[in-house]
């Protein structure tokens, strides 16, 4: 699929010196004007916002986007996977609110002509002193964006907000920026475009509404030509009103994802207006089918023609030589204020086909689009794609290229830990990186549009992706949720996801809902559920549609209108249900069924517990996996979400379903919100990966499973217990090896074989006594792996570790410190629960620490931090525009302290 180009790889100037010289020429032909400037530009507009909490004071203009039904707000801590509810009936009426000034920005995404809204007369908002031009803003804070308005904090560690996180994300927040648009710029089209606005987005531009968004999950524009002033400054306003009591995690707060400014000339390449599928994919050849939809702004009709090149990309993203294949697209005319399809297709040769580690590659190309019009180029339009094979086979699961994948996936959430909501490129890509690295190859998008970035890390390093738009319908999960906007926008927002994302080759299947309350609404859920699908074939037929279904069964309605079946927990088994895998097989022979959510197993990382249960698998309850006085759940990896699995009973399961395409562990990373079983924490214990980016014990068992061939085994727990020798201290390791054998201070703890079914070792009747923990273990009779923990000694010193050693000054690379609390040799002291001080000297800053904690309450900006068995984190940014060494230390009372240098380098 592709991402159409974003960012400055994307933008057609970048492009600009590749093209072929045919193209130059006809371009210098085609007159001055469009020789001297690129046709369309996208500039991104990120830097130089003014920002503020609330409305002006005494204003009374009505700014809501609609009525909001009343709410009660004990109504956090909800049990997950509980059923969701009839919504409240409001007023809908649409007078005195904003909405029908908003409504008009669906249109591209409404299909039927009927349906498009047309705002009303009327400037609303016009008279707020927020949105005059002139306004003074000087004392607003200056950010830069991506923002989250909630993530420094503090953390309300009182009251009904742990399923948000303990932030306050909610409420009202505006910003403001000058765009200064030259004089040259008269006669093009430029809008706004906002990758994502957290939440209920209006815009004015000059004093004047031009549109708005309420998802604040998706990407949308608006179009400010009509009141753009070419040749002056332009002032832009933006409100955002982000509902209380509107989320199950963590949303954040504000312009969270990047903003652009994008010019173009009236006959164009629309809004996401490229779609490239690939077909009869062979190593041999393939078929390249590219259907571009151009608008036309003007008043007059216009004929239009397209030519587009196909380019391979190499791993940095750069082209790679000349053009591998060429579309001429039969010409079209497109009739003023109205569109055409260009449709055209091309066969690539010997093409790099794309697919997933670590037996495919990632290969991508560029597809680049000249439009032309009048004798004239009138736009240059890139969308990045990659050239793959992508079936669904209700026997073999996944196969891609030819090859039967299991799906090793994960669901994750938006946050990214201590940086909150806004995206930021590094820091997704180190999680995906850490994800591979356990053998990951798949992600759910759960439950929303993702940040553009992120398909576009995705594709480059080869994950398969799971796309989903909602979490709600028309039944509530939380009082303000997307249930409120469902009825008017679910259209939109559909096609808007999937036009955007429809060309990111990573993407191989939609979800179009989360454990929807329609599921137990019978014939009613069905046919809402066919509504959505057949939206998502309209908007793309090459990719299939599912939903993940908690509740419904293999007999109930909805399952039929599912083109994938997608299981969330009741595969494996919910409940005391059995699994209804088998059932469900029987009743879909022709599907392909896979668990979109497994597991739910829950744990803090390095919190070990005791006494440590007997079952493989069960609930955390008081003293049996959970601690009710610390909120800490044990790290043994044996307990989850009451209607959850451990890994291992996954594993079990799965391996009993052989016809399951494979799982997403609920969940990859830790995020805010949703700290089931302990409501008072801020963060969730279902990750593999902890907030901070530390693997918990999971992390081995997984990478056991899904890297057979790499050779460790992992034991836990930690053999540092002063005060528990002659107790009982069981001991678990985790590998790949089907024989082990365990050794305390050399004496031999009995030699295991796995059995069928299970999937570690277990030594569960181990007395502690410090010193040395060792094992040995073979696979198919040959030695495979050893390891060993040790007891160590008191914390003498702090050790600080950075991931990248050297990163750009761009005002977004990152550098992740680990903070370390180690013994006199050197050792790091598992249970060290140090408080560390951190400072930085150059230029550089300390964006946010973190431990892992879910109950760790201080700030993230904090530069104090406890470290949460023996690690902290410590994020740091190079000052944009600058350069140099930076100089990170950490110290704690009593420790040596220590320090760590980045190299800021000029991007
Ligand atoms: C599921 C739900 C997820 C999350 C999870 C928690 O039921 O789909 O969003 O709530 O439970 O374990």
């Known amino acids: 699929m592709l991402a159409i180009t974003y960012g400055k790889t994307a933008d057609s100037r970048a492009a600009w010196p590749g093209?072929?010289?045919?193209?130059?020429?006809?371009?210098?032909?085609?007159?001055?004007?469009?020789?001297?400037?690129?046709?369309?530009?996208?500039?991104?507009?990120?830097?130089?916002?003014?920002?503020?909490?609330?409305?002006?004071?005494?204003?009374?203009?009505?700014?809501?986007?609609?009525?909001?039904?009343?709410?009660?707000?004990?109504?956090?801590?909800?049990?997950?996977?509980?059923?969701?509810?009839?919504?409240?009936?409001?007023?809908?009426?649409?007078?005195?609110?904003?909405?029908?000034?908003?409504?008009?920005?669906?249109?591209?995404?409404?299909?039927?002509?009927?349906?498009?809204?047309?705002?009303?007369?009327?400037?609303?908002?016009?008279?707020?002193?927020?949105?005059?031009?002139?306004?003074?803003?000087?004392?607003?804070?200056?950010?830069?964006?991506?923002?989250?308005?909630?993530?420094?904090?503090?953390?309300?560690?009182?009251?009904?907000?742990?399923?948000?996180?303990?932030?306050?994300?909610?409420?009202?927040?505006?910003?403001?920026?000058?765009?200064?648009?030259?004089?040259?710029?008269?006669?093009?089209?430029?809008?706004?475009?906002?990758?994502?606005?957290?939440?209920?987005?209006?815009?004015?531009?000059?004093?004047?509404?031009?549109?708005?968004?309420?998802?604040?999950?998706?990407?949308?524009?608006?179009?400010l030509t009509k009141h753009i002033v070419p040749g002056g400054r332009n002032v832009l306003a933006i409100r955002l009103d982000n509902p209380p009591a509107s989320a199950r995690w963590y949303p954040g707060g504000g312009l969270y994802r990047d903003i652009w400014l994008t010019k173009a000339q009236p006959v164009r390449v629309a809004q996401w207006g490229s779609a490239v599928t690939t077909h009869d994919v062979s190593a041999a050849f393939a078929t390249v089918k590219v259907a571009l939809a151009i608008d036309n702004a003007g008043s007059e009709g216009a004929s239009v023609s397209a030519v587009t090149e196909i380019f391979a990309l190499d791993a940095s993203g750069k082209r790679k030589g000349r053009a591998v294949a060429r579309i001429d697209h039969a010409p079209g005319e497109a009739p003023a204020g109205g569109s055409v399809r260009l449709q055209g297709d091309a066969v690539v040769r010997?093409?790099?086909?794309?697919?997933?580690?670590?037996?495919?590659?990632?290969?991508?190309?560029?597809?680049?689009?000249?439009?032309?019009?009048?004798?004239?180029?009138?736009?240059?339009y890139e969308t990045r794609f990659g050239i793959r094979d992508v079936r669904f086979d209700p026997t073999q699961g996944l196969v891609v290229n030819g090859e039967?994948?299991?799906?090793?996936?994960?669901?994750?959430?938006?946050?990214?830990?201590?940086?909150?909501?806004?995206?930021?490129?590094?820091?997704?890509?180190?999680?995906?990186?850490?994800?591979?690295?356990?053998?990951?190859?798949?992600?759910?998008?759960?439950?929303?549009?993702?940040?553009?970035?992120?398909?576009?890390?995705?594709?480059?390093?080869?994950?398969?992706?799971?796309?989903?738009?909602?979490?709600?319908?028309?039944?509530?999960k939380t009082p303000l949720d997307f249930h409120l906007i469902f009825p008017e926008w679910r259209e939109a927002d559909l096609r808007s996801m999937i036009r955007r994302d429809r060309n990111h080759p990573s993407v191989i299947l939609w979800s179009v809902g989360n454990e929807v309350g329609e599921q137990y609404s019978g014939e009613a859920g069905a046919s809402l559920t066919r509504e959505l699908v057949m939206i998502a074939k309209d908007e793309d037929p090459s990719r299939l549609t599912t939903l993940a279904m908690n509740f419904a069964k293999a007999d109930m309605p909805m399952p039929r209108e599912a083109e994938v079946i997608s299981l969330n927990y009741q595969g494996a088994g919910i409940r005391g249900i059995i699994g209804q895998y088998p059932a469900f097989h029987a009743a879909f022979p022709d599907k392909v069924i896979l668990s979109s959510e497994s597991a739910s197993a829950l744990s803090s990382r390095g919190e070990y517990l005791f006494p440590v249960a007997g079952a493989i698998s069960g609930p955390v309850r008081p003293y049996s996996g959970g601690d009710?006085?610390?909120?800490?759940?044990?790290?043994?990896?044996?307990?989850?979400?009451?209607?959850?699995?451990?890994?291992?009973?996954?594993?079990?399961?799965?391996?009993?379903?052989?016809?399951?395409?494979?799982?997403?562990?609920?969940?990859?990373?830790?995020?805010?919100?949703?700290?089931?079983?302990?409501?008072?924490?801020?963060?969730?214990?279902?990750?593999?990966?902890?907030?901070?980016?530390?693997?918990?014990?999971?992390?081995?068992?997984?990478?056991?499973?899904?890297?057979?061939?790499?050779?460790?085994?992992?034991?836990?727990?930690?053999?540092?217990?002063?005060?528990?020798?002659?107790?009982?201290?069981?001991?678990?390791?985790?590998?790949?090896?089907?024989?082990?054998?365990?050794?305390?201070?050399?004496?031999?703890?009995?030699?295991?074989?796995?059995?069928?079914?299970?999937?570690?070792?277990?030594?569960?009747?181990?007395?502690?006594?410090p010193g040395e923990v060792r094992v040995e273990t073979w696979k198919q009779g040959k030695p495979w792996a050893q390891a060993s923990v040790a007891t160590t000694g008191a914390a003498a010193a702090l050790a600080l570790k950075p991931d990248r050693a050297v990163i750009a000054g761009d005002g977004q690379d990152l550098s992740f410190v680990t903070l370390s609390v180690v013994d006199a040799k050197g050792a790091m002291v598992r249970p060290a629960k140090d408080p560390v001080r951190f400072s930085i000297e150059g230029p550089g800053e300390i964006v946010a620490t973190d431990n892992g904690d879910p109950t760790d309450m201080t700030a993230f900006p904090s530069h104090q931090r406890q470290a949460f068995n023996g690690l902290a984190l410590v994020i740091v940014r190079g000052l944009p525009g600058q350069s140099g060494r930076v100089t990170v230390r950490a110290e704690a009372d009593g420790l040596a302290p220590a320090s760590a240098v980045i190299t800021v380098q000029k991007p």
């Open 350 to 380: 010997q093409p790099q086909l794309w697919g997933p580690p670590p037996t495919q590659s990632p290969h991508l190309y560029l597809a680049v689009s000249t439009i032309r019009h009048g004798g004239r180029v009138s736009d240059v």
């Open 404 to 476: 039967r994948l299991r799906i090793q996936g994960v669901n994750n959430h938006h946050d990214l830990g201590a940086l909150g909501a806004a995206f930021n490129r590094r820091a997704a890509q180190r999680q995906l990186e850490i994800l591979r690295d356990m053998g990951v190859n798949a992600i759910r998008m759960s439950h929303n549009p993702p940040a553009p970035g992120l398909l576009d890390l995705t594709d480059a390093m080869g994950f398969l992706v799971m796309d989903e738009v909602f979490d709600s319908w028309e039944l509530k």
């Open 19 to 223: 093209l072929s010289v045919l193209m130059i020429l006809l371009l210098v032909l085609s007159g001055p004007v469009f020789a001297q400037s690129a046709p369309r530009q996208r500039e991104s507009i990120n830097s130089g916002w003014r920002f503020t909490l609330g409305d002006p004071v005494g204003e009374t203009a009505e700014l809501r986007y609609d009525v909001r039904p009343a709410y009660d707000d004990a109504g956090d801590g909800k049990e997950a996977d509980a059923r969701p509810e009839e919504a409240a009936k409001v007023r809908r009426d649409g007078s005195g609110v904003l909405k029908p000034w908003i409504l008009p920005t669906a249109n591209p995404f409404i299909k039927d002509p009927a349906k498009r809204h047309v705002a009303p007369e009327g400037n609303p908002g016009g008279d707020v002193a927020y949105v005059q031009p002139g306004f003074d803003d000087s004392g607003w804070t200056l950010v830069d964006l991506p923002h989250d308005w909630a993530i420094a904090g503090p953390f309300l560690a009182q009251g009904p907000y742990g399923g948000m996180g303990r932030l306050k994300s909610w409420g009202v927040g505006w910003y403001r920026r000058a765009i200064d648009i030259p004089a040259s710029d008269k006669g093009k089209s430029i809008f706004l475009d906002v990758d994502g606005a957290m939440s209920y987005a209006t815009v004015w531009l000059n004093g004047q509404i031009v549109g708005g968004w309420p998802y604040g999950y998706n990407s949308w524009r608006v179009d």
């Open 628 to 769: 009710p006085v610390t909120h800490q759940v044990s790290a043994y990896e044996m307990h989850a979400a009451d209607f959850g699995s451990s890994p291992d009973r996954v594993f079990a399961s799965d391996d009993q379903h052989p016809y399951v395409a494979g799982e997403f562990v609920w969940t990859g990373f830790d995020y805010l919100g949703e700290p089931t079983p302990y409501y008072t924490s801020r963060s969730s214990y279902s990750g593999i990966i902890d907030l901070a980016g530390f693997p918990k014990d999971r992390f081995w068992l997984y990478q056991a499973r899904w890297r057979p061939d790499l050779k460790f085994a992992h034991i836990l727990p930690h053999w540092t217990w002063p005060g528990r020798e002659g107790q009982v201290t069981p001991v678990h390791v985790f590998s790949s090896a089907d024989e082990a054998e365990l050794f305390v201070n050399g004496v031999s703890q009995g030699k295991i074989k796995k059995r069928d079914y299970e999937y570690r070792f277990r030594w569960d009747y181990v007395t502690y006594a």
